[in-house]
């Protein structure tokens, strides 16, 4: 890690081709400056995006990156991380990637806790493929697709982390550059798996979720007396469905990651020369 890196370093040479306004680059800023006060350096980092507007993200990064397919960005995150776990592993999806056809995989990382950073673009609507609902849309929420809403309750993926044992809850919002890069930030130093969900406004397909009105509505915590530590506040906090929160909602002060408390080190690259004892036989046993 260096003291030298700044957040423009992260920065690659492509032009983003978000809709002008697009909460994505916000959030994008804020992973940047995170990644930068922490000491990473480009070099030393691995972002892992899935499908939909946010998945360009590894593009507009300078870093090691891979686009992967529709809701499985956790696993191949989770699997850079055990190949070497010395690299900070930043995985960034959306609300659709991550909610619905991911929802499986973002319950079991959670689980596993292992030592990476998921930083959730919420939006509240599926944008790429032009404006249907998505699970964190509101049941009244009407598009093209479902003129009279979606006519289910959201999914409240801070409940689900919470549930499945989750180490590390926190929530920002994009427009708020400085505080969504300290709570982004805090989620890389928590050693286990840091979960992030932004409120990232989509300007093109949603009219309801808008900047004016995270602005209006959103309470910060540091301005609050919640003790992040205590499970039970956190819980509070969490179902609380008339009340838009930004901050560190819970954290488990003695975590610890998967790959420390099992005892994986060093980058899978280095293999030694020459297979292992009996490998060979096992690969002939199935050729």
Known sequence: MSSDIRFTDFKSDKQPTWCPGCGDFGTMNGMMKALAETGNSPDDTFVVAGIGCSGKIGTYMHSYALHGVHGRALPVGIGVKMANP???VMVAGGDGDGYSI????FIHAVRRNVDMTYVVMDNRIYGLTKGQASPTSREDFET????DGPNQPPVNPKALALSAGATFIAQSFSSNSQRHAE???KAIEHDGFGFVNVYS???TFNDVDTYDYFRDTIVDLDETDHDSTDRDQAKDKIMESDKEYMGVLYQDESSVGFEEREGVEGSMAEIPDGAPDGATDLV????
């Open 183 to 185: 709570i982004v930030q």
């Open 284 to 287: 002939r046993e199935f050729y």
């Open 86 to 88: 010395d690299l900070e």
């Open 201 to 203: 406004p989509c300007v």
């Open 144 to 147: 093209s697709t479902s003129p």
């Open 102 to 105: 991911g929802a499986g995989h």
